[in-house]
Nanobody, 128 residues
Framework: EMHVVESGGGSVQAGGSLRVSCAVSGFHFDDYVIGWFRQAPGKERKVISC?????????YYADSVKGRFTISSDNAKNTAYLQMNSLKPEDTAVYYC????????????????????WGQGTQVTASS
């Protein structure tokens, strides 16, 4: 099982920016996937973005964050970053990093990965 550690998050005014980081270790293959999920109170956890370690162009963004959030990775550090700009109150949630040790088959995007290792979660709050 991969080990996942998140950092970053916090509170900002609406329109502000935050960055969260996700460091992974313990993977068996060089081809893994890191995803960012969020869960607001009373709602289910949903994927908002993901990236493949072997193909930085294999990314996914949920419609709710497209154009405002950017995912990137530093493979030398085994770390992925989620830059969140133009934050809205509806972005307020606990953000979780998930990791998948097995990449989806060719032709499938990173959002199809089986995320089975999770970080502890970090709170992101955007206040109006």
């Amino acid at each position: 099982e991969m080990h996942v550690v998140e950092s970053g998050g916090g509170s900002v005014q609406a329109g502000g920016s935050l960055r969260v980081s996700c460091a992974v270790s313990g993977f068996h293959f060089d081809d893994y996937v890191i995803g960012w999920f969020r869960q607001a109170p009373g709602k289910e956890r949903k994927v908002i973005s993901c990236i493949s370690s072997s193909d930085s162009k294999n990314t996914y963004y949920a419609d709710s964050v497209k154009g405002r959030f950017t995912i990137s990775s530093d493979n030398a550090k085994n770390t992925a970053y989620l830059q969140m700009n133009s934050l809205k109150p509806e972005d307020t949630a606990v953000y979780y990093c998930g990791a998948a040790d097995v990449h989806p088959p060719p032709g499938y995007g990173c959002a199809s990965a089986n995320f089975d290792s999770w970080g502890q979660g970090t709170q992101v709050t955007a206040s109006s």
